[in-house]
Each structure stands twice: as C-alpha cells, then as structure tokens.
C-alpha cells in the first residue's frame, strides 16, 4: 500500500506524473485538470475541512483519475472514479495501479446518472458547458444528490458564481466556500487557437 503523502509539493509531483487521455474528446470537454489545481483542492479538503483521510470519496467525470487517486494518496478509505468513457477509466486503472492504490479504488463506467449511494466526499472537475451548453448543471445535481460534502471546479465571474450558487441552493445544498485558481490549459484541439491558455476557475 502507497505511504499516504502529507506534503503538497509531493502530492504535486505524483499528480503529474498520473498518465493522461491519449485521445481527448472536445465535446465531453475532457481537459486535464492540472496537477497544481488538483493538489490546490486535495489539500483543501484534507486538511481545511478533514473531507478526505478515511471518508469515502467519488469522483464524477473522473477521466484518468487525478483527483481520485489523489484522494486515495491523501488516505483516502475508499474512491470511486465514475467516467462514461471507457478508454479514460482503462486509463484510470492503469493510473491506480502504478501508484499502488488499486486496493482501495474503484473504477466504473457509465453515465453520472446511474450513480447510488451515499459517499461522505464528491471530487468533480465537471464540463465548463462550453461544447454543451449547461453541461455541468447535471454534476452539481448529481453530487448534492450522493455527497454530505463537495468539491466542485467552474469557471469563475461573479455572474457565474451567483447562478451556480443559487443553483445549487434551489437543489438543497449551500456553498461554503470560493477558492479562485488558475487553470492553464494547453492547446488540445483543432479549434484552439493558442498554445496555452489561462482560465479562472473557483
């Protein structure tokens, strides 16, 4: 079993070297999250808000599984990466194998929707509903509905922060807190016109 990591740096560094989607798809949006962001929000949880070291935690859209397997390397009890692409949780799989938490990690592929149950932490880095228009509200709906605690990535603007936190208190849930990061993201498709490109995020 992987010694649980206590340092960001490190966890850093083991985040980036967690493979990636060898075929990205623009319309389900799957950007890496990159690993400064998903150490930024891993850290958070665990150690702001005790969200992480022996709780059960799902990830939603997990793709390769960077914030899964990084709650499994915080000490996570038990993760569960949920993708309705099945080359990325192959990937995933691979992922949690190499870093030696495939005993305590959990792969599924299917669409958010069938998810069940009750976990004590949702980890999600949702479409921005740029290909999809409104893509992301069926992550927020789906994590209040399995989750006591979430952890959701958006784009920032105060506008988008007031609809998505009066969203998700017209579905029962209250936002707690607002952590602005910088998401850079790396040309990926034809449509990119840049090399690189920087987004506010919360």
């Known amino acids: 079993m992987q010694k649980r990591l206590v340092r960001k740096l490190d966890l850093e560094k083991a985040i980036s070297e967690i493979e990636t989607h060898p075929m990205p798809k623009a319309y389900l949006e799957q950007y890496t999250i990159p690993s400064r962001v998903a150490a930024e929000i891993l850290f958070v949880a665990t150690y702001v808000y005790d969200d992480i070291i022996d709780k059960t935690v799902v ?41 030696d938490v495939k005993q305590n990690t959990h792969w599924i592929v299917a669409d958010i929707d069938v998810m069940q149950g009750t976990f004590d932490t949702v980890l999600q880095n949702p479409p921005f509903g740029v290909q999809r228009r409104s893509a992301d509200r069926k992550f927020i709906e789906k994590s209040l509905e399995l989750g006591r605690r979430i952890y959701s990535l958006h784009k920032s603007g105060e506008r988008n922060r007031e609809f998505i936190k009066r969203f998700i208190e017209r579905h029962g849930g209250k936002v707690t807190g607002i952590f602005p990061m910088k998401m850079d993201i790396p040309r990926m498709f034809e449509f990119h016109t840049k090399k690189r490109r920087s987004v506010q995020v919360d």
């Open 59 to 99: 990830d939603l859209g997990c793709g390769t599984g960077r914030l899964a397997i990084g709650a499994a390397l915080l000490g996570a009890r038990e993760t569960f990466g949920v993708d309705v692409d099945k080359v990325a949780v192959n990937v995933a799989r691979k992922n949690a194998e190499r870093r």
